[in-house]
């Protein structure tokens, strides 16, 4: 399977157990009837569209360029990092703090795991630089192996101090890689020139 190919079932995976976690969320809350379907409806639809905006953009290349000041690509990334932040303080974000327990929520960051083996497929071909693997100095595969076991283990021995720990370790890692993506665009504060720039991020299907 081609890092393309992943990348189109990582993403149709994550919106089936994300679409699965806020139906299951919605049950336990005892949101019922047509505020059910309601809530339902708009999750599905600000996570379509937000795919769709972002795979046209792609398409055109217009992330790609990073001539432009600011380039086009580190806009659309603040942007991502604003939906994040505010969806997960709306109230379609708090169903599902609300409505999983710690185990699931915390299970569900596994999914790194599979970013990782798309990495390593990406790398492969000549798409991302090994430095971004792990291989390389990348050890955000740390969180999601970590998190199988923290989601099991916290069933039985509830321990928020731990999982506030592990909590800040996946920031750490996910900041890490995301840094070391960041001095690979083929931008003016490009570090890392010995192996390919980190440009296959702004393209379709990856972004």
Do not use: C
């Not at 299951?24 to 639809?45: C, D, N, P, Q």
């Not at 592990?166 to 931008?187: D, E, H, K, Q, R």
């Amino acid at each position: 399977m081609s890092a393309a190919q992943f990348q189109f079932a990582l993403s149709g995976l994550l919106l089936l157990i994300i679409g699965s976690g806020y139906h299951l969320a919605l049950r336990r809350l005892r949101i019922t009837g047509f505020s059910f379907y309601l809530m339902l409806g708009k999750t599905f639809t600000l996570l379509l569209l937000w795919l769709i905006v972002h795979l046209l953009l792609s398409n055109n290349d217009l992330l790609s360029d990073f001539e432009s000041l600011p380039p086009p690509f580190m806009l659309v990334f603040s942007s991502i990092l604003i939906f994040s932040f505010l969806f997960s303080f709306s109230s379609l974000g708090l169903v599902l703090v609300k409505g999983l327990s710690y185990s699931q929520l915390i299970s569900f960051q596994s999914f790194r795991i599979l970013v990782e083996i798309m990495l390593m497929e990406a790398s492969r071909e000549g798409l991302a630089p090994l430095r971004m693997t792990l291989e390389g100095w990348n050890m955000d595969i740390l969180t999601g192996i970590s998190a199988i076991v923290l989601g099991i283990y916290i069933i039985y021995f509830p321990n928020l101090k731990i999982v506030r720990i592990w909590n800040w370790f996946g920031v750490a890692t996910l900041t890490l890689i995301v840094t070391i993506g960041f001095f690979s665009f083929p931008a003016p504060w490009r570090l890392f020139h010995d192996e390919v720039s980190s440009i296959w991020i702004t393209q379709y299907p990856y972004i």
